[in-house]
């Protein structure tokens, strides 16, 4: 699992279609109606420009949203896109760490996907044992 604070979008060697990992937090804010950039323009979109985020909210009720939301997105990447958590990873720490991100604002969604990245195992990702 990737810190927020030690940079997770250095994880991600760069915003490609060609990365699982960004290619599914894309695809998966998209339905659910958190951004509707085209995914080129998508990496570098901060948390406080995705539609949950809301700027008269109390931190504690923007931290409530994030929890919602990346309940939502560890249900589809497990449910829908049958990920599997990485070695050593459990779902609260998986969670915990979009939260983080998801609640500051500067974050980006480039940073959300190098989190979900390590966070995750996604299928087709090639390293199934």
């Known amino acids: 699992m990737t810190s927020p604070t030690s940079g997770p979008a250095d994880s991600v060697p ?10 599914t937090t894309w695809t998966t804010l998209l339905v659910l109606d958190q951004l509707s950039e085209a995914f080129a323009d998508s990496g570098a979109l901060r948390m406080d420009q995705l539609g949950f985020w809301n700027a008269a909210a109390s931190s504690d009720m923007r931290a409530l949203q994030a929890r919602s939301l ?8 497990r449910v829908i896109r049958h ?10 720490d998986a969670k915990r760490q979009m939260v983080a991100i998801l609640t500051d604002g500067a ?4 940073a959300l996907a190098a989190a979900n990245d390590g966070n995750y195992r996604f299928l087709g990702e090639g390293h199934e044992t």
Not at 70 to 77: G, I, L, P, Q
Not at 83 to 92: H, I, K, L, S
Not at 107 to 110: A, E, I, K, L, Q
């Open 83 to 92: 990920a599997t958590y990485e070695e050593g990873v459990t779902g609260v």
């Open 14 to 23: 760069s915003w490609s279609r060609n990365n699982l990992a960004c290619a």
């Open 107 to 110: 974050s980006t969604v480039r």
């Open 70 to 77: 990346a309940t939502m997105m560890d249900n589809m990447f």
